[in-house]
């Protein structure tokens, strides 16, 4: 089989139906394929109207929420197709999107993961791929200072032209929105870290592949149109916590101690200033007071870490 494509999906029903349709359409006959969709524990009917509008997936139901990378390996272990796409639920590929990052794998034995270009709902441009993290990257996380600090190289990001001249390029890492690995470098290197809940578990893989020796592309000519954090805007301060334990995992696998003591004192320094910009919102009546107590909390629980 030539490629399994797996959607982890947490309360998106209606993004879900428009994901899945999206792919069934755009698959070539030329390629044989799998869908599979992993609920993780959903509470808004997403398993029956995969059931129901989509027989031809295979389904598995959690019990409860397993996070992304715990789901996306239960799919995996079950897979069979030479190529496997992790695909978010908040996406939408079209036409020749897939065919297409399945060819460059084809014609590229020594390319390990392929990534799209990710537009946004209205077509606007959205960065797809970056470099594994830096300290000017957690610093800017923290402190914009200028939207083309955010846009540059210094904060991860490749350069839009990039992107617009159409040609695949080398990248650290696509988002994992979608991403798509060979079989060899999954059976090289291993599943996701289920140590991640969410967020990160796509950088630590991009880069135990690249060390196993593969190349990681993003192909332009590939689009996938992306919502972006449909799952996570549910639970933002749950999600804010979860990106820093997720981060600091990354970091205690992969970076020097060097690095991770002065991660942890920026870190510390950007949550000061964000509690005080917190502060000067509610004070302004812009925050309430319930927002700003989960907040805040939310802040001290990632100082805790």
Known sequence: MDLSVIIVSYNTRDLLRGCLASVILTLSSRLSHEVLVVDNASTDGSAAMVQDAFPQVRLLINKENRGFAAANNQALGQS?????????PDTV?????????????????QVGVVGPRL??????????AFTFPTLPMIFLDFFALNHRLINSRLNGRYPRALYEAGEPFLVDHPLGAGLMVRREAIEKVGLLDEGFFIY????????????????????PSAVVVHHAGQSTRQVRNEMFVALWRSRFRLFSKHYSGAFRWAARWLVRLGLWAEARRAQAAHRRGELSAEALS????????VAQL
């Open 80 to 88: 069979r197709g030479r190529h496997a796409i992790l695909l978010n």
């Open 93 to 109: 590929v079209r036409e020749g999107a897939l065919d297409g990052m399945v060819k460059f794998l084809d014609e590229r034995a």
């Open 294 to 301: 989960g907040w805040l909390s939310a802040l001290r629980q």
């Open 200 to 219: 990160c578990e796509e950088i630590d893989w991009c880069m135990r592949i690249r060390r196993a020796g593969w190349e990681v592309y993003c192909v």
């Open 119 to 128: 537009l946004y709902p209205d077509s606007g441009f959205q960065h797809s």
